[in-house]
């Protein structure tokens, strides 16, 4: 497809849970970035990929979130140990360049649910 | 770190008026200021972007406003249509790109006909 596609688009765990969330960004986007966002709230940063490397992932909120990009394209964000807390829409976006008047295009994103 | 306070939270017009959002920002080093639009199920999608090296940048309906001295940017649409309903967020970064936005809590803009 054309945009960023993103799998599952729904993921129901249970507390304790590991779970993985793909991101496949815009064929030849070098950029990609990871964001959560809860109910009625506007998005929030967690980490952002320049080509396989994280250049800064100071929005992960601890060491139970984890991401990778080992080949510069599809990303995945690890949860290890899930929460209720968890819970919310993790939305990427992928643009071709950081430093270029580019645009950034999201994902629909994954509805995580943790009971 | 920066915050972004965006106001109002829900926002009803009649069908051809205007709408206007406002957004103040903390961090004087913001130099990146995007508007998204998002629809229901969907990712948010980029509809007019300024940088701090211009006052005020037009699309169409589209227009932003910067006023680096108050902090404060605002989205402006013209003649409003009932698909212009959606949820807007202001977006600020000191980047001069789209490295770690912070985002505001958004407006629930509706279009009566």
């Known amino acids: 497809g054309a945009g960023v596609s993103q799998t599952p688009s729904n993921k129901v765990t249970e507390k304790g849970k590991y779970v993985e969330l793909r991101c496949d960004p815009i064929?030849?986007?070098?950029?990609l970035y990871w964001y959560r966002q809860s109910l009625g709230q506007g998005p929030e940063f967690l980490i952002y990929?320049?080509?396989?490397?994280?250049?800064?992932d100071s929005g992960l909120p601890n060491d139970r979130f984890f991401a990778v990009r080992p080949e510069g394209s599809v990303s995945t964000l690890k949860i290890q140990r899930t929460e209720r807390g968890d819970s919310a829409v993790y939305l990427c976006?992928?643009?071709?360049?950081?430093?270029?008047?580019?645009?950034?295009?999201f994902g629909q994103g994954t509805r995580l649910t943790v009971v | 770190g920066e915050n972004v306070e965006q106001h109002p939270s829900t926002l009803s017009v009649q069908e051809g008026d205007s709408a206007v959002i406002k957004c103040t920002y903390s961090?004087?080093?913001?130099?990146?200021f995007p508007w998204y639009k998002q629809e229901l199920g969907k990712g948010p999608q980029l509809i007019i972007d300024?940088?701090?090296?211009?006052g005020e940048k037009k699309d169409q309906r589209i227009a932003v406003t910067l006023n680096k001295t108050a902090k404060h940017f605002s989205l402006h649409i013209t003649e409003t249509q009932p698909e212009d309903s959606a949820v807007y967020f202001c977006?600020?970064?000191?980047?001069?790109?789209?490295?770690?936005?912070?985002f505001g809590t958004g407006t629930r803009l509706t279009i009566i006909p």
């Open positions: 976006a992928s643009s071709q360049d950081r430093a270029k008047d580019t645009e950034a295009f």
């Open positions: 064929s030849g986007h070098t950029a």
């Open positions: 990929f320049q080509g396989t490397g994280a250049a800064d």
């Open positions: 961090d004087s080093a913001s130099n990146y």
């Open positions: 300024i940088r701090s090296n211009v």
């Open positions: 977006a600020a970064s000191t980047s001069f790109g789209n490295e770690k936005l912070t």
